[in-house]
């Protein structure tokens, strides 16, 4: 079995913990919840299997590097890291509802990875312009940072639906956790997406800077970057004032996360140095 | 109205406005939204092709706000420059209230607000307050370094502390932004960016800049030795390699190999290996064959050098050369082009695509067929040639930004209360504690610091 066939079956493994994590949460059964946490770990355990095997793969071909270096691989990266994430934040927070808006967002990634015909699963060598050591401090601090933000995003969700529907204490929204809990936890998975947005972003600067002599130039995909970057460093300061707590620190961190797919994938629509990616 | 007054309140009243986190929310999002555009419009084309574009109207219009190179239009600095006061201004605005947090020497704690905490951890022990004293204080110092002792009316209270040096941790981030932005500001007053190609073993001291198209004179020379590509099984480039010498006063002192992610430093100076390009061929072997007896004659020619083809059939000379020519909707890719003279009959151009040698013959079904063998193939590199001074105060408002952002978010001011209180014969315990941030952790923190009390 080759990695790109490992990781198409851990997109199946990501779909159905998504499907019982949100079956768990329609029904408030708990016992489909449970079996979706044990069904995502071996996802992600998949996961961590297919990138290491696509490591090894790629240095049998003999042009060994990480696999972060074109869409597919990032886009299976993205999915491990959200993965990962989630399950930390399952355990501290013992809420498995969560679960049914993360990792939905894993199993896009992975699966518009694996089954996009536009995207190709096959090992490249790099290109000059990615043979640094950079490549690797930057992108996996960039999709932390992303990861961090699509868990935020879900949150926020979460909480958008919850306040809609206070008044009819049925059905769906009877059991969201609470309304604190949801904007804490929004912050938490702001902060750390907001530090390692930061860090991924000095990453690619130091790296242009080495690469050809300027650590910024307004490229399309570094000064989206910078908007989202903007962003959150808006919603970090608006929960500081009165009055911009929970609704609208929920619509900010989902603008945000707007902009990271924008700073992913929209960016490619327009010209520029990254456009390789 | 007192004039003097009414300047006094105008003042304040600016000062408060430059002191708001509000005035910061409006600036951000001016910033994130005004951004969006360069990154829609591409930025410092020629006007050429923004009049193509956009038709002189509208291009007139959006030139007077500098759209086409936005990120450095006034308004664009002004938004920055307004940052910069805000975070300054802010910053001293606030600096006297944390001051006075940080420096008190023993700080206050109030065991009744511990008392009202919802989430205390309560125990009792047989043993008397003192005793526990003694147990409990080594227990707290383990994770905090501060800690007091005081009594109280049936019994004492520890109180321990930590971090609250981490409240400081805002004034590092945006100190780091304020030094990004005076490291941009150098690097644009002192630094220049350009770009220079060097053919192979050329030599130069000029380059060009690429925001206003002047030369630039550098202090050194830099000669191209040598350019050399590798690629992969593929075909795909695997390195561009530049061998490039530095010269001060016709004296050659260094000489090293670029390539693309390792550059050159030189007194200051970045020369980067960025692009490359074929020199235009000088000579060209071509391949002559009479089709009747089926005799090949090869020659090596110069451009632009008429000649006597070998075997008396006229003369031919080598006009030019295009990098792709288009042939009936096909590009064929690298093409000369040459005229022939024949011994008896008028000029005929000769098109010799170098990829396809039978082109001439299928086409012209001529006595003679001419064909390319090979040409000299000669680079001359791209590099781009960076000065940034400004990069040093960068890279430190990097690093400062980096620990900063890890203080603020993930380290935090805990303040901890064990109350030890005679009961009867036993003695109550409550362990309570705040912290800042992350308040779910400082709750499992509490727990664990009760559960190794209790045992
Ligand atoms: C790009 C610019 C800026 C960045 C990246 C930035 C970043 C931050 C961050 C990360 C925090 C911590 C937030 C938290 O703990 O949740 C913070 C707090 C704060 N910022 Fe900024 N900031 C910027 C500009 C400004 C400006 C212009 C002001 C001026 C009013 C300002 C005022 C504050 C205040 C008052 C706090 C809260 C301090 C406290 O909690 O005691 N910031 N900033």
């Known amino acids: 079995m080759n990695s790109s066939n490992l990781l198409s079956v851990v997109t199946f493994i990501y779909g159905l913990a998504a499907f019982l994590y949100i079956v768990s949460w329609i029904f408030n059964k708990e016992m489909p919840g449970r079996i979706a946490t044990w069904i995502a770990i071996i996802a992600v355990v998949g996961n961590t299997g297919g990138i290491a095997l696509r490591w090894i793969e790629s240095y049998r071909l003999g042009i060994g590097h990480a696999p972060l270096s074109n869409m597919y691989e990032s886009l299976v990266f993205f999915a491990w890291t959200i993965g990962v994430i989630y399950l930390v934040v399952e355990q501290t927070y013992k809420n498995r509802i969560i679960g049914a808006f993360a990792t939905p967002l894993a199993f896009m990634a992975i699966a518009y990875a694996s089954l996009s015909p536009n995207i190709s699963d096959r090992i490249q060598p790099l290109i000059p312009a990615l043979k640094s050591n950079w490549l690797i401090a930057h992108v996996v601090t960039c999709f932390i940072g992303y990861a961090g933000f699509a868990i935020a995003f879900a949150v926020s969700l979460i909480y958008l639906f919850r306040q809609r529907k206070t008044e009819s204490k049925t059905g769906l929204f009877s059991h969201f956790p609470d309304a604190g809990i949801l904007d804490e936890l929004t912050y938490q998975m702001v902060t750390l997406g907001f530090l390692f947005l930061t860090v991924g972003i000095i990453t690619g600067a130091v790296w242009a800077n080495s690469a050809w002599g300027s650590y910024w130039s307004w490229d399309p995909k570094e000064t989206w970057s910078l908007i989202t970057w903007f962003v959150y460093a808006t919603l970090l300061h608006a929960r500081m004032m009165r009055g911009w707590e929970g609704k609208k620190i929920a619509y900010l961190s989902i603008i945000g996360f707007l902009a990271v797919m924008f700073t992913y994938f929209g960016v490619n629509l327009l010209p520029g140095l990254h456009s390789y990616g | ?455």
């Open chain 2, 1 to 455: 109205m007192n004039k003097k007054t009414g300047s006094a309140d105008f003042s304040g009243r600016l000062w408060k406005l430059f002191a708001s986190v509000r005035l910061t929310i409006i600036v951000l999002l001016s910033l994130a939204v005004t951004s969006i555009v360069g990154t829609i419009i591409p930025q410092n084309k020629r006007p050429e092709a923004y009049l193509n574009e956009y038709g002189e109207f509208l291009y007139s219009i959006l030139s007077v706000f500098d759209i086409f190179d936005m990120y450095h239009s006034w308004w664009f600095q002004a938004l920055l420059l307004m940052l910069t006061v805000n975070i300054v201004v802010c910053s001293t605005h606030r600096f006297s209230a944390l001051w006075k947090i940080l420096s008190i020497k023993n700080p206050s704690f109030n065991v009744s607000k511990f008392r009202n905490l919802s989430n205390k951890e309560e125990f009792t022990d047989s043993r008397s307050p003192e005793d526990l004293k003694r147990i409990y204080v080594p227990i707290v110092s383990r994770s905090f370094r501060y800690r007091r002792i005081e009594e109280t009316d049936n019994g004492l209270c520890i109180f321990a502390e930590k971090g609250r040096w981490t409240r400081a941790g805002v004034y590092v981030i945006h100190f780091s932004v304020v030094l990004l932005l005076i490291g941009g500001l150098i690097g644009s007053i002192f630094g220049f960016k350009g770009f220079v190609n060097i053919p192979e073993g050329k030599t130069i001291d000029n380059i060009r800049l690429y925001n206003t198209g002047k030369a630039q004179k550098l202090n050194f020379k830099i000669r191209c030795d040598n350019f050399n590509i590798k690629f992969y099984d593929s075909g795909a480039p695997s390195e561009y390699r530049s061998t490039l010498t530095i010269l001060e006063q016709g004296k050659s002192v260094l000489t090293r190999n670029i390539i693309v992610n390792h550059p050159l430093r030189y007194k200051g100076i970045n020369i980067f290996q960025s692009n490359y390009g074929e020199l235009p061929p000088r000579e060209i072997a071509l391949n002559f064959k009479n089709r009747a007896t089926g005799i090949s004659h090869k020659k090596k020619v110069s451009v632009g050098q008429q000649f006597d083809i070998p075997g008396d059939m006229g003369q031919f000379v080598i006009k030019g050369h295009r990098d792709s020519y288009n042939f009936r909707g096909h590009n064929l890719g690298k093409t000369f082009m040459g005229i022939l003279t024949p011994n008896n009959g008028s000029l005929v151009h000769v098109i010799l695509p170098v990829r396809f040698p039978f082109f001439d013959d299928r086409i012209r079904n001529d006595d003679l067929i001419i064909s390319v063998e090979d040409y000299d193939h000669s680079y001359y590199t791209g590099l781009q040639v960076t000065r940034d001074p400004g990069v040093l105060v960068v890279y430190s408002g990097f690093v400062i930004m980096i620990i900063g952002c890890f203080i603020t978010f993930f380290v935090s001011h805990q303040r901890l209360c064990v109350e030890i209180s005679k009961s009867g014969k036993k003695s109550r315990i409550m362990v309570a504690g705040t912290a800042n941030k992350n308040k779910l952790g400082m709750q499992s923190r509490i727990k664990k610091i009760a559960k190794s009390m209790s045992k």
